[in-house]
């Protein structure tokens, strides 16, 4: 027995801080290639624009322009919230705090995206730039959602931890992993404010 029960000692706990650090990377990598589709589809559509009818909708040849305002007030939110995030994750005595604050910020954010899909008075088939616009939005929207559970569990945890008096190791590995969560959301609203300048700007 004595020979057996080595096998299974404690993993050391900077093998959970690397391998999560690097599952994170590796699904940034993964959201990089998803929405590099859009970045192709809008500026390879862009490009083919031959009828000039990029960014007019052809019933009634209405110009498509969304609110600058609001685009800017939405990228401000998951700004705000990746910072707040990131300046958490890095500090054990906000975490929580911080943490719930980037949660609301991101819910902010969506709920703006889906009220401006109501004033932007023009739909996904009115040509090729509203169809890239809602695409890229709507997915973006749908994957904030998704960050803001990984978020919500993550804080969660560390929320009953402390409050349960939970092993030294147990808090690490949960500080570890919403470090890994900050990575990819940090990442996330970078790839938000690349949506801003092309959907917005160019």
């Not at 050391?12 to 599952?23: K, N």
């Not at 862009?46 to 800017?72: A, R, Y």
């Not at 969506?110 to 695409?135: D, I, K, R, T």
Request: with cysteine.
């Amino acid at each position: 027995m004595e020979g057996t029960t080595g096998i299974f000692r404690e993993e050391p706990r900077e093998w959970a801080h690397r391998s999560l650090t690097a599952a994170a990377k590796m699904w940034c990598g993964a959201m990089a290639f998803f929405f590099a589709a859009f970045v192709f589809a809008y500026f390879y559509l862009k490009s083919l624009d031959e009828n000039h009818g990029w960014k007019v909708e052809h019933v009634g040849s209405k110009h498509i322009s969304p609110s600058g305002g609001l685009g800017v007030a939405i990228m401000a939110v998951y700004l705000l919230s990746g910072i707040l995030l990131y300046l958490g994750s890095r500090r054990p005595t906000d975490e929580i705090s911080t943490g719930i604050a980037a949660i609301v910020l991101a819910l902010a954010g969506v709920a703006l995206q889906f009220g401006e899909y109501s004033h932007l008075g023009f739909g996904p088939n009115s040509g090729a730039y509203a169809s890239v616009f809602f695409g890229w939005t709507g997915t973006y929207a749908l994957g904030a959602l998704w960050g803001v559970y990984w978020m919500e569990t993550t804080i969660a945890g560390l929320w009953r931890a402390r409050r349960d008096g939970g092993s030294e190791n147990t808090v690490a590995v949960l500080r570890t992993g919403l470090g890994a969560c900050s990575i990819c959301w940090s990442f996330f609203v970078a790839i938000g404010a690349l949506m801003f300048v092309v959907l917005y700007l160019v």
